[in-house]
């Protein structure tokens, strides 16, 4: 490079002599010649210079073109594009014959300058490529990995929603928020206040210790609720602190967040019980849970109404069977029964034989056993009832 500066020193000195001066006359050609062994002298110490091997990384833009339009065993005009510009690359047909227009790869090869048809070009001429992850991909995988390990700290843990009637709810949001984030949460829970102490922490959502001490406020409640009007991802930072995630997984209640943020997912969001988009999703989800538990406790106190009526019941027609028993105790045993009916029988076939009496016997002895055998019947027929 130095050499190529000093060239157009030269050359600028020799012209401005040449206009005072009478000046030798030159074919074309020979001009040509001249400028062409010139800058294949420098294109010679330029690429000795530069004769280095880096590396280089980006975007394929032209491989099928090139192996398409190239007759030698090299292309020379392939190009690569990273997020600062493009450069030709020069490289054997063989080592691209695998990859494919928009393949992201790192190259590894020397800079140089390449003279052809009286045209100078840049040139990276790689000998080796091979398939890479884009810097951004890198990047992003590098937080992921970061994020799993804050998550490490934070074992898994699930909290029922509270089965209650009256719950303690603490929602806490931004000092500086509109009122129009609060009426959002509450927008679907204005017919559950008898069901509902809400308690309202306000602090600062851009300094991690305040907030920190703000859900440290919050233990005790059976619910608490962290709700934030969207914003850019600088105001979602505060919601991957150590110090927040910490104080938010000890809390004793039923976590829910409503961030504003249907994109950019925080850990807060992972460790908590219920994450909602908005702050109106946050209250849909707890209006949903209480009609829940609600509905439960109805179908509960029906069930037990129920269960009284059928012990009531019950114990109705235990009585009755003890009513029962105790007539049926009253009753004559069976021996008495078929001593009864024994002498029923006796009687019956004595009347028979009186009636087969011849007319002299005695009417009245009749009568008296017909009487007889008719209070047997009478008192036999009660029984057997």
């Known amino acids: 490079m130095i050499l190529l500066c000093y060239y157009f020193l030269f050359y600028e000195y020799v012209f401005d002599n040449m206009m005072e001066n009478n000046v030798p006359i030159f074919k074309v050609g020979q001009v040509n010649d001249m400028l062409g062994n010139t800058f294949s002298e420098l294109e010679s110490q330029i690429n000795q210079y530069l004769g280095q091997n880096i590396s280089i990384k980006g975007k394929l833009l032209n491989v099928e073109e090139q192996l398409n339009k190239s007759r030698y065993a090299s292309v020379y005009q392939l190009k690569v594009e990273d997020e600062t510009g493009i450069i030709e690359v020069e490289i054997f047909k063989k080592y691209i014959a695998d990859f494919k227009d928009g393949d992201y790869v790192e190259l590894v ?52 929603f509270p089965d209650k009637q009256i719950l303690k709810i603490s929602v806490i949001y931004s000092s500086a928020t509109n009122v129009k984030i609060a009426e959002d949460f509450y927008k679907h829970l204005s017919g559950y206040q008898n069901h509902c102490n809400f308690n309202e922490i306000t602090v600062s959502l851009s300094d991690d210790l305040a907030l920190s001490q703000a859900i440290d406020k919050a233990q005790g409640s059976d619910i608490v609720v962290l709700i934030r009007g969207g914003g850019s991802p600088e105001h979602f930072k505060i919601f991957n602190s150590d110090r927040v995630l910490d104080s938010f997984s000890k809390l004793d209640a039923y976590r829910v967040v409503g961030l504003g943020h249907n994109t950019d997912v925080t850990l807060l969001d992972y460790i908590a019980d219920h994450s909602a988009y908005t702050p109106l999703d946050a209250g849909i989800h707890l209006r949903d849970q209480i009609e ?25 027609k235990d009585t009755e069977i003890q009513k029962l028993k105790y007539e049926n105790q009253k009753l004559p045993s069976l021996q008495e029964v078929t001593k009864l009916r024994d002498e029923k029988a006796h009687l019956s076939a004595e009347l028979n034989m009186i009636r087969n009496r011849p007319p002299e016997t005695d009417n009245k002895m009749i009568a008296i056993i017909a009487v007889i055998a008719a209070i047997v019947g009478v008192v036999l027929g009660k029984f057997m009832l």
């Not at 509905?295 to 269960?307: G, Y």
């Open 109 to 160: 090869g020397q800079p140089k300058f390449n003279l052809y048809n009286d045209i100078l070009t840049k040139r990276f001429r790689a000998f080796s490529i091979r398939a890479a992850e884009a810097d951004k991909d890198i990047e992003r995988l590098r937080s992921d990995l970061d994020s799993f390990d804050k998550l490490k700290k934070f074992p898994p843990r699930s909290i029922p």
């Open 292 to 316: 829940r538990v609600l509905s439960r406790d109805k179908e509960a106190i029906e069930t037990v109404s129920k269960l009284q009526r059928y012990q009531s019941e019950n114990r109705y």
